[in-house]
């Protein structure tokens, strides 16, 4: 099942991106699997290694990462960003580092399974 995303993450800036429920949750858990990370880092480390493809606008990260702190996936302090502005850094919880494994196996089974799809006659 696919959803439209009009302000969470865009494939181009003027193209709403396509993308399956719970993406942008995977994402974040996958970028904070190097470590803790304020949410800008998160979202510039998504469009870096997406080779610029996906840009996650402010309007879904935040409540997404207020989310999985709500849930326990993710716990969060107060620090210093690499320019000394104030900022919120989050980081995998035992239970985040689970539901990436575990998000991480349901991808791969489900974009091979789109793979076969897509290559079939």
């Known amino acids: 099942m696919s ?3 009009p302000k969470m993450i865009r494939e181009k800036e003027n193209d709403p991106g396509q993308l399956i429920q719970g ?3 995977m994402l974040i858990l996958k970028a904070l699997a190097r470590g ?3 949410g800008y880092a998160i979202a510039e480390w998504i469009h870096l290694t997406s080779h610029q493809v996906l840009k996650v606008e402010e309007g879904a990260l935040y409540p997404a990462l207020h989310r999985l702190q709500l849930r326990g996936i ?4 107060w620090g210093a960003s690499t320019n000394n502005r104030r900022a919120k ?3 995998l919880t035992a239970l ?5 494994n575990a998000e991480s196996q349901r991808w791969a089974r489900l974009s091979a399974a789109v793979a076969f799809v897509m290559q079939a006659s």
């Open 3 to 5: 959803i439209l995303l």
């Open 23 to 25: 993406t942008l949750e």
């Open 36 to 38: 803790p990370a304020h």
């Open 74 to 77: 993710l716990s969060a302090t």
């Open 89 to 91: 850094f989050y980081q």
């Open 96 to 100: 985040g580092q689970k539901r990436l």
